[in-house]
């Protein structure tokens, strides 16, 4: 069985920081690309950040690049979401997911579609 699991969210105020964990098992999952996503309150879900298995391939939403980044430890099972200056605009539930066929394009990484095994979210609160 394939699982997700993020840690890490909470309520902080706008400029502060957290960091998102995502451990994850199942078969051959280290190949795997790796996606996060937030859906807001009422909103559509959408994209944030998303890395390779090896690390080489890293996407950011134009919103968030430079504030977050994304990383990997395979020997940990585990990717995690740094999040530096947080504005009331990242307040969402973010998910974690992977992805059996990571293509290394922008245009496919970012569509939730292409993403095959999600965990269950972690909420972040950013207040002004």
């Known amino acids: 069985q394939v699982q997700l699991v993020e840690s890490g969210g909470g309520l902080v105020q706008a400029g502060g920081s957290l960091r998102l964990s995502c451990e994850y098992s199942g078969r051959t999952f280290n190949t795997y690309g790796m996606g996060w996503f937030r859906q807001a309150p009422g909103k559509e879900r959408g994209f944030v950040a998303s890395?390779?298995?090896?690390?080489?391939?890293?996407y950011y939403v134009d919103s968030v690049r430079g504030r977050f980044t994304i990383s990997r430890d395979n020997a940990k099972n585990t990717v995690y979401l740094q999040m530096n200056n947080l504005k009331p605009s990242d307040t969402a539930v973010y998910y974690c997911?992977?992805?059996?066929?990571?293509?290394?394009?922008?245009?496919?990484?970012?569509?939730?579609?292409?993403?095959?095994?999600w965990g269950q979210g972690t909420r972040v609160t950013v207040s002004s």
């Open positions: 890395i390779s298995w090896s690390g080489g391939n890293i």
């Open positions: 997911a992977a992805s059996r066929s990571y293509s290394g394009t922008y245009y496919s990484a970012s569509l939730d579609r292409e993403y095959d095994y």
